[in-house]
């Protein structure tokens, strides 16, 4: 039961490198997500994605692009790394939109820029 | 808008403790409550939810009752165990057209032997 998968796990970037995460999910789920979440806060929503090819801005979307180009796959790409891109990185996905419906997490990416 | 209040932690007890972690909401209609789980280096999981007022949601010997009436879905164990050091989630679901979870700031409980 792999359910939602995301990679890599582990990243250092340089400020002004680009990098793409990567977040896969085995249970047919319509809806993705991508989250980050800092210290002392929740989590902040990114982007998402309510089905394949269809993507939206979440709360804070800037200097993060998203694709969903196959509907088990959602990847979020960060052009030009900032410092203030340090975070944890995860990505979830649910069955429809629901409200009651469960949102599965994958394990999270930590990410650092320097 | 929605929004959703944790208590601040670091909550510390000893083993067998009586848990509560408060958490109130501010949201129009009924939205669906949550709580999730986060273990140190790990993704967040589903403890346990409630989709309607006064519903009780409970997992794992944890419980939380839906209140309307003080907007509130606050997470109790009463006997915690070395394993529940957790950072624990409060979130929100509204029910008009809403994708997302709002989220509380999270409250790091640690259980002391």
């Known amino acids: 039961n792999a359910g939602v998968t995301q990679t890599p796990k582990f990243r250092v970037l340089k400020t002004g490198q680009s990098m793409t995460l990567l977040c896969a999910q085995d249970?047919?789920?319509?809806?993705m997500y991508w989250y980050r979440q800092d210290p002392g806060m929740g989590l902040r929503l990114i982007h998402y994605?309510?089905?394949?090819?269809?993507?939206a801005k979440g709360e804070v979307p800037d200097g993060y692009n998203v694709s969903r180009l196959k509907k088990q796959n959602f990847l979020l790409g960060l052009e030009s790394a900032a410092p203030s891109q340090t975070s944890v990185y995860f990505c979830?996905?649910?069955?429809?939109?629901?409200?009651?419906?469960?949102?599965?997490f994958g394990e999270g990416s930590w990410l650092t820029v320097v | 808008g929605n929004s959703v209040t944790q208590m601040e932690g670091p909550v510390t007890l000893s083993e067998e403790a009586f848990l509560t972690i408060n958490c109130t909401y501010t949201?129009?209609?009924?939205?669906?409550l949550f709580w999730y789980v986060q273990y140190p280096g790990e993704g967040l999981q589903l403890l346990l939810k409630?989709?309607?007022a006064d519903d009780k949601g409970s997992n794992k010997g944890f419980e939380a009752t839906y209140r309307k009436e003080t907007t509130s879905f606050h997470l109790e164990k009463g006997s915690v165990q070395v394993s529940d050091s957790a950072v624990y989630f409060c979130?929100?679901?509204?029910?008009?057209?809403?994708?997302?979870?709002?989220w509380g700031a999270g409250t790091k409980l640690i259980i002391k032997p």
């Open positions: 979830a996905s649910s069955f429809d939109r629901a409200s009651g419906n469960t949102i599965y």
């Open positions: 249970m047919n789920h319509e809806y």
């Open positions: 994605s309510v089905g394949e090819g269809t993507t």
């Open positions: 949201a129009t209609g009924y939205p669906s």
């Open positions: 409630a989709t309607k």
């Open positions: 979130a929100l679901r509204g029910m008009y057209s809403n994708y997302q979870l709002i």
